[in-house]
């Protein structure tokens, strides 16, 4: 039980640490260096899991292989980002559902549908459809969320 204890303390202290950092990273060229980061290796880490797959469909195991671990790698340097803009450790399960009805409700509501305008003012049916699909998907996601906030606080 001790163990556990410390671990928590050191938990909590490792929170303070970051929230206190991010307070002073706030407006600096850091905070965006951090952004930019953490969209290079989340994209990164979904790019390399796309390539593992085309690259074992045809027939390359290894290759398969090396951009499994590089995804792999690429998510955990996206989390250490990530724990830096948030000023909290991923984990504290009630507001990352509330950080994800947000985020995904702005994607429903504002980014997709601004999107989808933008590529069917410019041509782009085809994109502009699927922009239009996102915004059910993600609205749809939100629900989910929702629900399971809802869930969490009956629990």
């Not at 499994?68 to 980002?81: D, F, M, P, T």
């Not at 990530?82 to 399960?93: A, K, N, V």
């Not at 989910?144 to 809802?150: G, H, I, N, P, R």
């Amino acid at each position: 039980m001790t163990h556990l204890s410390t671990k928590k303390l050191q938990e909590a202290r490792s929170r303070l640490r970051l929230i206190e950092a991010f307070g002073k990273l706030e407006g600096t060229k850091t905070v965006e260096n951090l952004q930019e980061a953490f969209a290079d290796e989340a994209q990164d880490h979904v790019k390399y899991m796309c390539a593992a797959q085309m690259a074992s469909a045809e027939g390359y195991p290894d290759v398969a292989a090396l951009f499994e671990e590089a995804s792999a790698e690429e998510l955990v340097h996206a989390k250490k980002n990530l724990q830096y803009l948030s000023g909290i450790r991923i984990g504290l399960t009630e507001r990352n559902i509330q950080d994800a009805i947000k985020g995904e409700t702005k994607a429903n509501k504002i980014d997709y549908p601004e999107m989808a305008r933008a590529a069917e003012d410019e041509g782009f049916a085809e994109i502009a459809e699927w922009f239009e699909a996102l915004v059910k998907t993600e609205g749809k996601h939100a629900q989910w969320f929702k629900e399971a906030l809802q869930t969490l606080g009956e629990g």
